[in-house]
């Protein structure tokens, strides 16, 4: 139908009411609060460690991710969202992870021209999951990158970082899971030992298994099966496989959580899902979200600058799940910020507007919060509602003031001002021209 047709066609149908997206969520007050302020946690905390923000496109070639990623990994297999651009063909993807775009982000822009670089980033990321409890089809991540420096040190610095933010954010019941996966060659002589004990079971390893095992034997290490795990666990461990420089910054990393007092343990079987990794990789977990327990996952991955196009870089980092991790504050009984303005304004009469309006200029301005009384348009009232229904509001707002810009008061230069909540007094006047005394005074602590 032309826009011009569309436009002269009566609606005589209610139009069907239209729904997102599956797996992909709205987040909406009250629960917002809670992310504003995990963010607000999160920039203060990256400050504190020196960390810089970027902000990168949510939509890359889909060539970055099979070459960033790899080609048989989870992701790229059967979770990315893709598409060709309409106009150029162009293959492209929604992010599912935000490594591939910042290593991309910095290549281009020759950021490591002048020494390396501390990194984060927050933002929406896409796979297509099934839907459930804490897998999401949107969902966002935080993430904190550090390139251009090889040893250990900011490893254990950004375990550090991670290990700071639970504490901040108040999260209990978080563990820590760290291990090694060397070097390219000792993972090629560990693959070979691994390929041939699995051969010897082959006939408990389940298709995906069996299609990985001359691909990606070493992801049939954090299976799910069960029927597998006996085969799994005695499979031979990468970190046997591993030579002395490998074992010496592994060493090395585990020093220096030990010396600030990071607890850990080793799981010789975490590979993580993402084929760029070396070195060190690493997992925090919970045990109060049910199988989704992972909250953020990490390690090294100093071949992957090269792999985008880069001068080779070493680079280390992680990624957290943002809701995972508001699930779990939620889950240990937080209270939510407290939303409340601290000032509702009942306006009787339009006629009072302009005043009030003001007014509450003046108390923004002050810091004070201010919520200001709308009507419906209606009538000759312009539809302001009765005192009775506007107070009623303000009440249900829970600000702690009430301001009355009754016609009255306003004649005389004042506004009514009137507690909201017990025990801060009773109604009294204020002048207009000292609203902002009256406002510097909630401010300051009583
Ligand atoms: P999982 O094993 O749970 O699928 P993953 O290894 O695919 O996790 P990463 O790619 O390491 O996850 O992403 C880092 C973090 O992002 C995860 O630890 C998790 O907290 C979060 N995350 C990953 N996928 C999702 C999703 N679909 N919905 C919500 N959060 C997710
Ligand atoms: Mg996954």
Sequence with gaps: MSESLKEQTPKLVKAQKLVGVKGMNDILPPDSARWEWLEG?????????????????????TALFVRGLG????????EMYSFEDRLNGEQLTLRPEGTAGLVRSVVEHNLLYEGGKRLYYMGPMFRHERPQRGRYRQFHQIGAEV?????????????????????????????????????????????????????????????????????NPLRILDTKNPAMQSVVESAPRLLDFLGEASM?????????????????????????????????????????????????????YDYLVEQVGGKPAPAVGWALGVER?????????????????DVYAIIPETAALPVAMQVLQTLRACGVSAHMHAGSGEGMGMGMGSMKSQFKKADGSGARFALVFGAEELGRGQVAIKSLRD?????????LLAVADWAHSLQSPS
């Design 325 to 341: 991790v508001l699930e779990l504050i939620k889950e240990q009984g937080e209270a939510l910020p407290d939303l409340a303005p």
């Design 71 to 78: 080609e048989v990994t989870d992701i790229v297999e059967k």
């Design 423 to 431: 025990g801060e007094g009773a109604q009294r006047t204020e002048s």
């Design 41 to 61: 946690q999160v920039r203060s905390l990256m400050a504190r460690y020196a960390y810089r923000n970027v902000r990168l496109p949510i939509v890359e070639p």
């Design 147 to 215: 390139l251009g420096f090889g040893g250990p040190e900011v490893d254990a610095e950004l375990i550090l970082l991670a290990n700071d933010l639970w504490k901040v954010l108040g999260l209990k019941d978080v563990r820590l899971e760290l291990n090694s996966l060397g070097q390219p060659l000792e993972r090629q002589a560990h693959r070979a030992a691994l390929i041939a004990h699995l051969e010897r079971h082959s006939e408990v390893l389940d298709e995906e298994a069996q299609r990985r095992l001359h691909t």
């Design 248 to 300: 010496t910054h592994f060493n090395a990393v585990k020093a220096m959580l030990d010396v600030n007092g990071v607890a850990y343990s080793i799981n010789p079987r975490l590979v993580r899902g993402m084929d760029y990794y070396n070195l060190t990789v690493f997992e925090f977990i919970t045990t109060s979200l049910g199988s989704q327990g992972t909250i953020c996952g990490g390690g090294r």
